[in-house]
């Protein structure tokens, strides 16, 4: 295992340079050397499902993951089918952009009951596994931060995505270790390796003290207190090789020029992945 | 079990009436028929242990804990000595102004290796397991919400806490449950289980989104997500019938009427809890 994660790993996840649109990422992407990238599906509409298929082909851009899917649970059936039909067509879309993740974040939160919106979660997940399995592509649980239950995940330790991807299926559902998500877990460590060849992918972003801002609270590498090497180190004894996802949410990040942002944090990689 | 909380299990966590200091809490108790009260120790030493005592005896309250010791992690040797004393002082008022429970926040954060701070805490609340007992003092390992993790406690979940207090042993040390700290969790109802006859406390507020401040952020019961009522209830299966405090660090309630603000909070309490 190697003290430095290598550039060829590199991944922009797409919303640590929420200030470019999709042609402008791919492009920027390429002036420094990236070879993968994550994509959000709101900058993909935008710019348009064929126009970013072939610009990525062109720019020579292999896909990480598509963000994201999930979002399963609501207070009505109606509802819930209504996002489930949304899943089916995010799958739609991986496939065609030639990724083999689909991300899901398992929310909203608990408005009402928490064991249900949990259940809602699984029933979802469930339900679109035959779709993803038809278009050859594996669904990712990425637990979020416990801070998130009320609004925006009810999955919030490794331990509970690793419950469900073994209890729906190993064959097509996996976990995404976001370090920003989970790196207070005491029982971190045991969960990564439970998760040996079943990790779909590896986020990376710091905490720093003060948290500012809920959903934009996260920093560049270095600049909190995440011990990334060691947990890449774990990712990789678990059997993860693949690419390193760079996933900040940070309005600092976001008010630069992109270009600037996109090289601090490739420089940041370097130092502290 | 009951539908709802009686007022004699209410007790009055101190930090709720911020804008009280300890005789105005004390004084404000009585006239609203409040049974217990949780003391911090900054108010305390502000009034004074002696007047403290007299004045809680006089108007007939009993403490419920005494809030806090732990803040055992620290960079050198010589700072987990000092703390390991202040602790022991924190003993020495607890057992002098009758109560039975020290809360143990086990702090402070990760800024550097958090296994190492999580090894600083055990040994820590080993070193003063002989003084408690001494004192006839049972400690309350409280785990705080994984979002304090880099800065107030490494000790994040419940299971987390049980397993100390196991491994450290039970007749001298217990788990205090914070629905604020413990609600997103999804083992929680298996950790309240296992952590019967040991419960040695019960604390209320609300989880209201979004979260405006990290420390400050706790809102009024029946303002938020959590699910009260049930977590009483699985709390009592537990074994536990003692008081239930109300802590609310929240800054709309600092500034009121401090009156009016225990009020409101008691009222909350008859409709939430």
């Known amino acids: 295992m190697n003290n430095q994660a290598t550039m060829q790993r590199f991944s922009l996840n797409q919303i640590t340079t929420e200030q470019w649109g999709l042609a402008e990422a791919i492009e920027g992407s390429v002036r420094q050397e990236v ?25 020579g851009l292999s896909l990480s993951s598509l963000c994201r899917g999930g979002m399963f649970s ?11 039909e949304d899943n089916k067509r995010a799958i739609v879309e991986a496939a065609e952009l030639g990724t083999d993740v689909l991300v899901l974040v398992c ?9 249900e919106a949990r259940s809602h979660v699984e029933e979802g997940i469930e339900a679109i596994v035959p779709y993803a399995k038809d278009h050859g592509l594996k669904l990712g649980i990425e637990p979020l931060h416990p801070m998130y239950a009320a609004d925006r995940s009810v999955i919030n330790t490794l331990e509970q995505a690793n419950d469900l991807a073994e209890k729906i299926g190993k064959d097509h559902v996996g976990v995404v270790v976001d370090a920003f998500h989970v790196w207070w877990d005491p029982y971190l460590e045991k969960q990564i390796q439970r998760a040996t ?19 934009k609270g996260r920093s560049l590498m270095g600049d909190g207190v995440i011990e990334l090497k060691k947990m890449r180190k774990r990712v990789e004894a678990a059997g993860y090789k693949g690419p390193i996802e760079v ?16 090289a601090q944090v490739i420089d940041r990689y370097h130092s502290y992945v």
């Open 197 to 215: 060849g079943n990790i779909l992918g590896f986020h990376v972003s710091d905490w720093k003290v003060p948290i500012v801002d809920m959903f």
């Open 35 to 59: 070879a993968w990238m994550s994509v959000w599906r709101h900058k993909l509409h935008e710019y348009g499902l064929k126009e970013a298929k072939r610009h990525l082909s062109d720019a």
């Open 74 to 84: 609501a207070g009505t059936k109606e509802e819930r089918v209504r996002r489930i």
């Open 107 to 115: 929310g909203p939160g608990a408005t009402n009951d928490l064991n």
């Open 247 to 262: 996933e900040i949410m940070n309005q600092l990040l976001w008010d630069m020029n992109g270009n600037e942002a996109l």
